[in-house]
């Protein structure tokens, strides 16, 4: 049987049941979803819940406490025994939801960020999920993609593909179309077929998915591949270390309330069964599940926001963003290019009408010009054949698929009456696609006379030194110097009114004429020029205020013409009066020691390649910043990648570049990155927040307990209530802490260094001073009733019981802001109200509800308790909430 390759284009559509100029119908996709499956690659086999359930118990300190309680059965405790059960039973459940919570987050991420592919169904171009292609799908990639499917290519148009994933060789494989009728090939031979996972590294092409998941060459060698291990964070790798600095010092402290307790003649079962109910209430084991819950839910609300986290470890990083490089288009700007001017005949004129609207007209003076201006219809129709765009209607709105200068194009040419029908007069030969260092593009055509000739459109500044000639109203003739001087007066002129230039040319070429690239683009006849203009975006010039006022600068790095790059900078207010601006020539010029010298005052980089890009991060960084990177482009992906945080475009960005990047925009908009280092500060923000209410909560239970040891008294707290303590107490109030809204000078700090410790800028000294304060207000309650009635010692536990649990659910809120419990609405976070109101009711359960009180070692309290209990649980959060340290 012939292999893919083998079958000419024609075979393989009657095989397949498709054409390629009507691609597949929706019913017919369906069917194939249903035939063939989806285009995914099998993952690993999920954990089963059961096996997530019991993983819940296999905590050292959680084990420990089970043999707790079977001793505490052996020796005919069941009460105790069935209470730790069920508080271990409760804790192992919420763990359980919290970490299917964070699976269920980050299925969500995956989906999000999983590459589209550009598809032809029902006789016309659309972007959907590459899960969704089936075998016969028609697909269009091009210059950066990866290829979503096993396709057999039918159409090449300089078509080159990288394929060392497959082939281990990095050389990039010219494509062609035409069948190959040798046996047995292997896929880097077979040069006619494009295959999943692999990069387009120049030009573009079509091709028919001939096999999709597990049925491609991909999906053979992902069967062979074993799983990878989940790399922790930065920061869970932090957390890991404070867990076994912890773990120690909880040890050390239950051997010494052990030992003290003992010694003072208290049961050593009791003793035992406190300083493991102790050291259990000392290590916070639901950190983790928080860290990873709180990370979730705020890379959802970045997804709210229009930014997808692909690298769980640029949310701590965003929080440490010094510096964003950002593009210009689309990024600073609207990304909808419109020509407001045109330059032909040696004459300047306006172009009238705003975004993607087909109306306008245009005017030279005052006077209204039709298609009979010489040369005006014909520079129209060159503009849109040498072009890789497609204007569409959605919903009654005209849309640009592609590239936002070749959607201006079409536009203009949409004003004069050409339309997509004015194509069809002409046959498109070859292509010579654009990419950043050409910057140009070029076709060749013949048209319906039989006429060739080339059309070429690119940067004023490269295409000009190619042309010999320029078509005036007469005719074509030499094009002399004052012509030249003349064109660079009015590409000065659109540059001064922020209006990027784009050249147009042609040359007449004979059937004759060799067709390789290097003979092609020279000799040219200049047409003219356009000047379109993409304006920045509304709410681009707070965001990037907002970023200064948070110690961030902003750079902004563009391809365009200097003057129009200082144009938009200055409306933007990012280029201050004395900020440098540097084009790329003078990089070229400079060594990366002389850029570091004078990168911190720089704040525009004009008519820069990719290349330069990876100059001016290495740059940053050697003076210390942490860099943010965007970019869309292929050749992008190497400063992306060596950035602190690569961005990539969500819209315009290539497959890999967004695998190459820790954030994804999903509306390439600036102002979305300033959210998203927002949302990061928060989020870390919040980490901060409920470790020191976790850590703070802690010291207080072991003092309280290490104090009573040290004064010969009887333990103020038994077991089930410290474990009680730990779960209610502790749980709720740090889950809703992790929602805690940005405080409102989250975007007015210094950056933070990235060598910051966990218990930096004052977190330790808050954590021990608090601790040290709960411990003591609630050894005083304890106190003071056991010496007002020493015969009832259960009443005293009562009472201290309940004004620890106080003191910690007061002390959440101080937990809210660095400076003062008194800077934030306490109401702020209606999740945290909630929480502390839900573990109130539930004490008042355990005090009141009889048949509670003989397991948790509680009686019924009075007002006066009360009093006692909330004036002292008070004093932490009001004493410090006062002194503001």
């Given at each position: 049987m012939k292999k893919w390759y083998q079958l000419d284009v024609e075979q393989v559509e009657q095989k397949l049941q498709v054409t390629t100029n009507r691609g597949l119908s929706s019913k017919q996709v369906d069917q194939r979803h249903k035939q063939y499956g989806y285009n995914v690659l099998e993952s690993a086999k999920?954990?089963?819940?059961?096996?997530?359930?019991?993983?819940?118990?296999?905590?050292?300190?959680?084990?420990?406490?089970?043999?707790?309680?079977?001793?505490?059965?052996?020796?005919?405790?069941?009460?105790?025994?069935?209470?730790?059960?069920?508080?271990?039973?409760?804790?192992?459940?919420?763990?359980?939801?919290?970490?299917?919570?964070?699976?269920?987050?980050?299925?969500?991420?995956?989906?999000?960020?999983?590459?589209?592919?550009?598809?032809?169904?029902?006789?016309?171009?659309?972007?959907?999920?590459?899960?969704?292609?089936?075998?016969?799908?028609?697909?269009?990639?091009?210059?950066?993609?990866?290829?979503?499917?096993?396709?057999?290519?039918?159409?090449?148009?300089?078509?080159?593909?990288?394929?060392?994933?497959?082939?281990?060789?990095?050389?990039?494989?010219?494509?062609?179309?035409?069948?190959?009728?040798?046996?047995?090939?292997?896929?880097?031979?077979?040069?006619?077929?494009?295959?999943?996972?692999?990069?387009?590294?120049?030009?573009?092409?079509?091709?028919?998915?001939?096999?999709?998941?597990?049925?491609?060459?991909?999906?053979?060698?992902?069967?062979?591949?074993?799983?990878?291990?989940?790399?922790?964070?930065?920061?869970?790798?932090?957390?890991?270390?404070?867990?076994?600095?912890?773990?120690?010092?909880?040890?050390?402290?239950?051997?010494?309330?052990?030992?003290?307790?003992?010694?003072?003649?208290?049961?050593?079962?009791?003793?035992?069964?406190?300083?493991?109910?102790?050291?259990?209430?000392?290590?916070?084991?639901?950190?983790?599940?928080?860290?990873?819950?709180?990370?979730?839910?705020?890379?959802?609300?970045?997804?709210?926001?229009?930014?997808?986290?692909?690298?769980?470890?640029?949310?701590?990083?965003?929080?440490?963003?010094?510096?964003?490089?950002?593009?210009?288009?689309?990024?600073?700007?609207?990304?909808?290019?419109?020509?407001?001017?045109?330059?032909?005949?040696?004459?300047?004129?306006?172009?009238?009408?705003?975004?993607?609207?087909?109306?306008?007209?245009?005017?030279?003076?005052?006077?209204?010009?039709?298609?009979?201006y010489p040369n005006l219809e014909k520079m129209l129709l060159y503009g849109q054949l040498c072009n890789n765009a497609e204007l569409q209607v959605k919903k009654g709105k005209y849309m640009v698929d592609g590239d936002p200068t070749d959607g201006a194009l079409l536009v203009a040419a949409r004003k004069i009456g050409l339309n997509h029908l004015s194509r069809d007069n002409f046959h498109i030969v070859k292509e010579i696609p654009f990419d950043s260092d050409r910057k140009r593009m070029s076709i060749v055509v013949d048209d319906d006379n039989g006429q060739r000739f080339l059309i070429t459109k690119g940067a004023p500044d490269v295409l000009l030194p190619r042309c010999n000639y320029v078509l005036d109203k007469d005719n074509r003739r030499i094009l002399k110097q004052q012509d030249k001087d003349k064109i660079e007066r009015a590409i000065d002129g659109m540059a001064n009114k922020a209006l990027r230039t784009i050249a147009i040319s042609i040359r007449p070429l004979s059937k004759e004429m060799s067709l390789e690239t290097a003979f092609l683009e020279k000799d040219l006849t200049f047409i003219g020029l356009y000047g379109m203009i993409d304006p920045p975006r509304k709410e681009v010039k707070a965001a990037i205020e907002e970023c200064r006022q948070a110690g961030i600068k902003t750079v902004m790095i563009t391809g365009d013409h200097v003057k129009t790059a200082r144009a938009i900078a200055k409306e933007l207010k990012l280029l201050p009066e004395d900020g440098m601006v540097l084009e790329g020539s003078q990089l070229n010029q400079m060594s990366t020691e002389e850029l570091e010298d004078i990168i911190e005052d720089v704040y525009v980089f004009a008519r820069v390649t990719p290349e330069h890009k990876l100059k001016i991060v290495k740059a940053f960084q050697s003076r210390g910043h942490i860099v943010a990177m965007t970019g869309d482009g292929v050749n992008d992906a190497p400063a992306i990648k060596a950035s602190d945080i690569g961005i990539s475009m969500g819209i315009s960005g290539t497959d890999v570049t967004k695998e190459a990047s820790s954030l994804v925009l999903m509306d390439d908009n600036f102002a979305t990155i300033k959210a998203a280092i927002q949302e990061g500060r928060n989020i870390y923000e919040n980490i901060r927040k409920f470790i020191r209410y976790l850590l703070a909560s802690n010291v207080g239970e072991i003092l309280v307990m290490l104090f009573a040891m040290l004064l010969g008294m009887p333990l103020p707290l038994v077991p089930v209530q410290i474990l009680w303590v730990n779960l209610v107490t502790d749980g709720l109030p740090a889950m809703a802490l992790g929602l805690d809204k940005p405080e409102d000078d989250v975007m007015k700090r210094t950056p933070r260094s990235p060598n910051e410790g966990v218990f930096a800028r004052g977190l330790g000294y808050k954590i021990i001073t608090r601790g040290i304060l709960i411990g003591i207000v609630t050894l005083i309650a304890f106190m003071v009733t056991y010496q007002n009635n020493p015969e009832n010692l259960v009443y005293a536990q009562t009472v201290a019981f309940t004004t620890l649990v106080m003191a910690q659910l007061i002390h959440v809120f101080d937990c809210r802001s660095e400076v003062s419990v008194f800077d934030r609405n306490p109401f702020g976070n209606i999740y945290l109200v909630l929480a502390v109101l839900s573990s109130v009711l539930l004490l008042l359960v355990v005090i009141y509800w009889a048949p509670l009180q003989p397991i948790f070692h509680t009686v019924s309290l009075g007002l006066r308790d009360w009093l006692l209990i909330l004036g002292l649980g008070a004093i932490p959060t009001v004493l410090f909430g006062f002194t503001r340290k």
């Open positions: 999920k954990q089963s819940r059961w096996i997530i359930f019991l993983k819940q118990f296999q905590d050292f300190m959680v084990l420990i406490l089970l043999a707790a309680t079977l001793i505490a059965g052996m020796l005919g405790e069941f009460v105790d025994a069935i209470a730790i059960m069920v508080i271990v039973l409760v804790n192992g459940v919420i763990g359980f939801f919290q970490e299917q919570k964070a699976e269920k987050s980050l299925e969500k991420l995956k989906e999000l960020s999983a590459p589209l592919a550009h598809v032809y169904r029902d006789q016309k171009w659309e972007r959907v999920l590459s899960r969704e292609l089936v075998v016969g799908d028609v697909v269009k990639v091009t210059s950066g993609d990866r290829i979503p499917a096993d396709i057999r290519i039918v159409q090449s148009n300089s078509l080159e593909t990288e394929e060392s994933a497959l082939t281990g060789e990095s050389l990039p494989v010219m494509k062609h179309a035409t069948a190959i009728t040798r046996d047995g090939l292997d896929a880097g031979d077979q040069v006619n077929m494009g295959f999943m996972g692999t990069l387009v590294t120049r030009g573009s092409g079509i091709g028919i998915v001939v096999g999709t998941g597990m049925n491609t060459v991909m999906g053979q060698i992902a069967s062979l591949m074993s799983n990878t291990k989940k790399i922790p964070t930065p920061l869970e790798r932090k957390l890991a270390e404070l867990g076994k600095i912890l773990i120690v010092v909880a040890i050390l402290l239950t051997i010494l309330v052990v030992g003290l307790g003992v010694i003072q003649g208290h049961p050593v079962y009791n003793m035992f069964l406190a300083g493991v109910s102790l050291a259990v209430a000392a290590i916070p084991e639901g950190l983790p599940a928080i860290v990873t819950v709180a990370l979730s839910l705020g890379v959802q609300r970045m997804i709210r926001k229009k930014a997808i986290v692909r690298k769980l470890s640029a949310v701590e990083t965003l929080g440490c963003a010094s510096v964003i490089c950002s593009d210009k288009t689309g990024t600073m700007t609207e990304n909808q290019m419109t020509v407001k001017e045109m330059y032909v005949n040696g004459e300047s004129i306006t172009v009238t009408g705003d975004g993607y609207d087909i109306e306008g007209s245009f005017l030279l003076g005052n006077k209204k010009l039709t298609d009979e």
